[in-house]
Nanobody, 123 residues
Framework: QVQLVESGGGSVQAGGSVRLSCAVS????????MAWFRQAPGKQREGVARLAYTNYITYADSVKGRFILARDSAKNTLYLQMNSLKPEDTAMYYC?????????????????WGQGTRVNVSS
């Protein structure tokens, strides 16, 4: 059974940093596509960053240069380091995955999801 469990969310002031973690069980973070999505209040869920099994990383334009996606294969955990946070980064953040190759940020392509962790950025 595949399980994704996020942690690390919380409240932070604008300009601050937060690191999210996604602990994975029943599944390898190394051989599959791993991604972070977010959903702000009143908005649709959107892709933030994804990491292919080839190690190629794609970031949404809104977070490029501020967020860093990484994985620790030994711990089977995915991380999202979020720096220079802005109030518009306030959202519920979800870890998601699909087997093998990444093919975009279409939610329907990701069968595995965590429960989410909330990040609130105040101005």
């Amino acid at each position: 059974q595949v399980q994704l469990v996020e942690s690390g969310g919380g409240s932070v002031q604008a300009g601050g940093s937060v690191r999210l973690s996604c602990a994975v069980s029943g599944y390898s973070v190394s051989g599959n596509c791993m991604a972070w999505f977010r959903q702000a209040p009143g908005k649709q869920r959107e892709g933030v960053a994804r990491l292919a099994y080839t190690n190629y990383i794609t970031y949404a334009d809104s977070v490029k240069g501020r967020f860093i996606l990484a994985r620790d294969s030994a711990k089977n955990t995915l991380y999202l380091q979020m720096n220079s946070l802005k109030p518009e980064d306030t959202a519920m953040y979800y870890c998601a995955s699909k087997r093998e190759a990444c093919s975009g940020f279409q939610e329907s392509e990701y069968p595995y999801w965590g429960q989410g962790t909330r990040v609130n950025v105040s101005s």
